[in-house]
Nanobody, 125 residues
Framework: EVQLVESGGGLVQAGGSLRLSCAAS????????IGWFRQAPGKEREGVSC????????YYGDSVKGRFTISKVNANNTMYLQMNSLKPGDTAVYYC??????????????????WGQGTQVTVSS
């Protein structure tokens, strides 16, 4: 059974930091692109970040570039998202996702092969 379990969300003041974790199981972790997307109430899904399985290259959405850092530890089947300088606009449910390509994870409409239950991030002003 494929599982992606997010943790690390919470309430933080603007300017603060959080680190999200995603524990994966049930599939070959290092053969999949893995990343994060988020969705706020009434808003479209937004790709946040992704790591390619092919060359390890990373992608960041324009709104998070320079503030968020994605990383993973293949040996532990775990991915992280370090979020610094958080803004109220970062408030959303953050989902960990895996697919054969980052293109699907960071796009708006295609559904990734696998995704987790989400973790809430709330940034107060």
């Amino acid at each position: 059974e494929v599982q992606l379990v997010e943790s690390g969300g919470g309430l933080v003041q603007a300017g603060g930091s959080l680190r999200l974790s995603c524990a994966a199981s049930g599939f070959t972790f290092d053969r999949y692109a893995i990343g994060w997307f988020r969705q706020a109430p009434g808003k479209e899904r937004e790709g946040v970040s992704c790591i390619s399985s092919i060359d390890g290259s990373t992608y960041y959405g324009d709104s998070v570039k320079g503030r968020f850092t994605i990383s993973k530890v293949n040996a532990n089947n775990t991915m992280y998202l370090q979020m610094n300088s958080l803004k109220p606009g970062d408030t959303a449910v953050y989902y960990c996702a895996a697919d054969v390509t980052c293109i699907v994870i960071v796009a708006t409409t295609p559904i990734p092969d696998y995704w987790g239950q989400g973790t809430q991030v709330t940034v107060s002003s």
